[in-house]
């Protein structure tokens, strides 16, 4: 077969599972449920146990099943090794529980997935300052370094009101302090975007969304892009130092984050994730040609008061993402007239569903302040330019001419 390196993005997912031995020549890696595994003897056991053979010892440490969707998001990702956990917060959180200590101060975008911003919260609580920034301004997340920042953290495009950050120059401003840099990628997906191409150390992806695609399992996942040098990160434990410096970070995130606190992803929930993978340019080219014909709609309709979406010429990083993103994605937002009541538009949208979730293949609608941001209260809202009647769009797959009807149909009360 022709080396894999030089397939396209869809090609390498489509045949990944059988670049390695597979059982009976199945063609999708088959669903492993059992918990514990078998050796030759007991010395085998012992060097899997020591890291001196490779094996799977427990399930919550790993499974057949779930590596093989690991190595399909390396090859996303043009990383060097990827851990799979039960959700994205299950991904973040293990970063967060197992990279930081008492003492070490976060720089992360202020525009933030709203439960990763309460998780930031209580990572303030356990001692750990975090800055909040506007991530668009490489200034300043740069201002709000100090000798002990571990870390930055920003999304891609964030969700709902779809801010990019300054992607490349954050990331040549962390390898320039030596700073771990982690981008969660859910907005883009490693189809739009790699964040390994502006520098980033460890890369997030709520598999959940785009990847999965289908709204039917969770997931998440953290690659390491091995461009960091973990020699320079004071937190790695003396165990994990044994190996490579490439895979410090790893083996303690595997460790400290997803053994110790067990939020592990089950083989169905990968098959189903992998296999919504291998549809997901697909998808996400005409998620993304939809929402941004919808966009354009309603930009250009007096109703509306302002659409959010990168695709369009008037958002303020729209030259980013037209550099740094092979589309814009299939994520908009935008609010209404003061004197239309978005309840009463969103009831009446026959097509596109109000619920939460995102990166579905139909089309899911809904109200940010009251739902989704409800709990961050008022104040934080607006600092994150969240309006109280901002609508959020996840496009789907639908037919675009029956969305641009129906998102137009709802306008006409
Ligand atoms: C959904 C989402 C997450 C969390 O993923 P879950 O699988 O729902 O836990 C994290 N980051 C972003 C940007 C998301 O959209």
């Known amino acids: 077969m022709k080396d894999s390196k030089t397939f396209g993005f869809t090609t ?10 597979i059982e009976h020549g199945s063609l999708h890696k088959p669903i492993h449920t059992s918990v514990a595994f078998g050796y030759r003897d007991a010395r ?16 919550r440490q790993g499974n057949p099943t ?4 690991e190595d399909k998001i390396t090859r996303m990702e043009d ?9 994205g917060m299950g991904a973040i959180g293990a970063i967060m529980q197992s990279l930081l200590r008492s003492g070490d101060h976060v720089v992360s975008s202020a525009f933030l997935f709203g439960n990763t911003n309460s998780l930031w919260q209580t990572v303030q609580g356990q001692g750990m300052p975090v800055s909040f920034v506007d991530a668009t301004d490489v200034a300043q997340v740069e201002a709000a370094i100090t000798p002990a920042t571990r870390m930055v953290f920003v999304e891609t495009i964030a969700n709902p009101r779809t801010q990019i950050a300054d992607l490349a120059r954050i990331g040549a401003l962390c390898r320039q302090r030596g700073i771990l840099y982690v981008v969660d990628n859910t907005m883009t997906s490693p189809y739009l975007f790699r964040p390994k191409a502006v520098g980033a150390s460890l890369v997030v992806n709520a598999l959940t969304k785009s990847i999965g695609g289908h709204g039917n399992a969770l997931g998440g ?3 390491d892009t091995g461009l960091f040098d973990w020699t320079l990160y004071p937190n790695i434990a003396a165990s994990y130092k044994r190996f490579a410096p490439v895979q410090w970070g790893m083996a303690q995130l595997r460790a400290k984050g997803l053994r110790d606190f067990g939020a592990s992803l089950g083989p169905e929930a990968a098959h189903h994730l992998a296999v919504g993978a291998e549809t997901m340019a697909l998808r996400i080219e005409r998620e993304s040609a939809s929402a941004l014909a919808i966009a354009s709609m309603l930009a250009a309709d007096p109703r509306v ?6 695709g369009l010429a008037s958002h303020p990083q729209h030259e980013i993402a037209t550099t740094l993103f092979k589309a814009y994605g299939g994520l908009l937002s935008f609010e209404l007239r003061d004197d239309i009541d978005c309840f009463d538009y969103l009831n009446r949208l026959q097509l596109a569903i109000p619920a939460s979730n995102l990166g579905d293949t139909r089309t899911l609608v809904i109200p940010v302040a009251h739902t989704i941001f409800y709990e961050m209260g008022a104040e934080r809202r607006a600092s994150m330019g969240i309006a109280e009647s901002l609508i959020r769009v996840s496009v789907g797959i639908e037919d675009t001419d029956d969305l641009l009807h129906d998102f137009s149909q709802a306008l006409a009360a």
């Open 12 to 21: 390498s997912i489509l045949h990944s599972d059988r670049q390695k031995a």
């Open 44 to 59: 085998e056991l012992a060097a899997v146990f020591q890291g001196k053979q490779p094996g799977y010892r427990y399930g």
């Open 66 to 69: 779930v590596a093989a969707l």
């Open 79 to 87: 990383g060097v090794a990827t851990l799979c956990f039960a959700t």
């Open 221 to 223: 996942s953290l690659t």
């Open 305 to 310: 008061a302002a659409v959010h979406y990168p």
